[in-house]
């Protein structure tokens, strides 16, 4: 039904910049908020930033400042830019789309891995 596929994943040295994308698809009409959450090793999955159908956003302590989330309507994707990483940022990111009269808990992407080590 809703497809989302992110990209933009990898390894990089701390003080580096990565920019993940999520594409998304399917039987979307409206779009309440669009989410990147992290999951690091034997860690609960966590947001990372959130942005609604008006463009609020919201951001993690830890990422505040860092991070930046966008999306390109006309494009059906949206991006995480993320900025001065820290070993403290590795994890698998999902992306996640919340629509309207959809499931509850939102869909899922497959993850992109970011690893950020020197």
């Known amino acids: 039904q809703v497809q989302l596929v992110e990209s933009g994943g990898g390894l990089v040295q701390p003080g580096g910049s990565l920019r993940l994308s999520c594409a998304y698809s399917?039987?979307?009409?409206?779009?309440?908020?669009l989410g990147w959450y992290r999951q690091a090793p034997a860690q609960q999955r966590e947001l990372v930033a959130s942005i609604t159908s008006s463009g609020r956003t919201n951001y993690a302590d830890s990422v505040k400042g860092r991070f930046t989330i966008s999306r390109d309507i006309a494009k059906n994707t949206v991006y995480l830019q993320m900025n001065s990483l820290q070993p403290e940022d590795t994890a698998v990111y999902y992306c996640n789309v919340n629509i309207y009269r959809g499931s509850p808990g939102g869909y899922w992407g497959q993850g992109t891995q970011v690893t950020v080590s020197s």
């Open positions: 399917g039987s979307i009409f409206s779009i309440n908020a």
